[in-house]
């Protein structure tokens, strides 16, 4: 469809997607408006930013990591979102959008509809990491946003013409797959909140799967499961030792007689402590939640606010306590929505080759 010298355009493209990513990223979770204030701007400083500061990639490099403004550094977060986007939109671009002949890598022939729906997916999910991660939270729209455009392609694919097999395959298989991520994501909740009397899952990484199964389908939601459960124990190996190395430093330091900061990550986690102890999430309400993300009432209710608060009892768009800034968490709380996003865009770039396993699996199932 498109010469391969253009997967550079997808590049870029997703580059400043990824640099508006970030603007998602910092103030969805925090509560405040994607479009007010429209320039984007320092949050130590408050200065705006020029269009010249504004460049992905480019302007954090040239800049040396700082802003131009107050000098205070801006986190590595921020060139590693537009990088991480950009390189995901080119693969994506590549493989969806060029056709040619003689080429090393498995190429599934060029459908604008999926590498236009893969790449918005691709956004959500990498904003979905990175909210995750820095503030244990995935905001409801991201996870809306992923099942729309699972939905939304198979739309797309009646609109222009292949309607028997859409309607026939598209749309059921995306509906099922829906199903598939939150029977998979749910059960780990319910399962392990009746065998451990803990929560398990968060309520965020259940809404994702649906989204995830909605896009890739039954065969592609379970693919990415499974990688989401061996990323996320090597991930949780890696964030276990950092924590502990975090904690054995606070520990060091107060031995050494240095007192700890209030706001410290030691003195946030006290406090949390003494105000709420700990409750796991009772089995009914993990019930009525499974009925509302079947039915889609958590995606409903973001356009109707007052309708989700009467069913989950919450305020889809307060996100209460959350970016009080430096919130530390625990060592034993590890997210498990970076792995379960990671799985399905290892599984979206890798299909060709992770397909053709399981399909070989079965294949030798079959015959004795
Ligand atoms: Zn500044």
């Known amino acids: 469809m498109f010469p391969v010298w253009t997967w550079i355009v997808g590049f870029w493209l997703g580059a400043a997607i990824g640099s508006f990513l970030n603007v998602v990223i910092y103030r969805m979770p925090r509560g405040l408006s994607l479009s007010e204030p429209k320039n984007s701007f320092c949050p130590k400083c408050k200065k705006q930013l020029t269009p010249i500061e504004l460049i992905p990639l480019l302007s954090w490099v040239f800049q040396g990591g700082k802003c131009k403004g107050c000098q205070s550094p801006i986190p590595f ?3 590693l979102v537009e990088l991480i986007t950009g390189t995901l939109w080119a693969v994506i671009w590549y493989q969806h959008l060029i056709v040619s002949t003689n080429d090393l890598v498995a190429i599934q022939g060029a459908d604008p509809i999926k590498a236009v729906g893969y790449m918005l997916f691709a956004a959500a999910l990498v904003a979905a990491i990175f909210t995750d991660l820095a503030l244990f939270v995935i905001p409801d729209q991201i996870n809306a946003f992923m099942f729309l ?3 939304g ?3 797309a694919y009646i609109v222009n013409g ?3 097999a859409a309607w026939l395959w598209g749309i059921p298989s995306s509906l099922a797959g829906a199903l598939v991520g939150i029977a998979v994501l749910w059960g780990i909740a319910f399962f392990g909140r009746l065998a451990f009397g803990k929560d398990a899952m968060g309520h965020g990484d259940i809404k994702m799967a649906r989204g995830i199964g909605a896009v890739l389908l039954p065969m592609g939601a379970g693919i990415s499961f499974g990688l989401a459960v061996i990323l996320g ?4 190996g890696v964030f276990y030792f950092y924590a502990k190395g975090r904690e054995q430093k606070i520990e060091a330091a107060k031995a050494a007689g240095g007192k700890c900061e209030p706001g410290s990550a030691e003195a946030k986690s006290q406090e949390v402590e003494d105000e709420e102890p700990y409750e796991p999430e009772s089995l009914g309400s993990l019930l009525k939640c499974l009925v509302g993300y ?4 958590d995606i409903i209710g973001l356009f109707f606010p007052k309708f989700y608060e009467n069913y989950f ?5 307060d996100f ?3 970016g009080d800034d430096e919130w530390e968490p625990g060592i034993t709380t590890i997210p498990f929505g970076p792995s379960l996003a990671a799985g399905a865009l290892a599984t979206m770039i890798f299909w060709a080759p992770l397909s053709g396993m399981v399909n070989q699996y079965f294949d030798a199932l079959k015959s004795p």
Request: charged share 15%; aromatic share 10%.
């Open 162 to 164: 292949n309607e028997s």
């Open 233 to 236: 124990a090597l991930g949780g």
């Open 153 to 155: 392609m198979n739309v």
């Open 77 to 79: 977060r921020y060139p």
């Open 313 to 317: 009892g919450e305020n889809p768009f």
């Open 320 to 322: 209460e306590g959350i």
């Open 294 to 297: 079947v039915l889609l009432f």
């Open 149 to 151: 455009v699972g939905v």
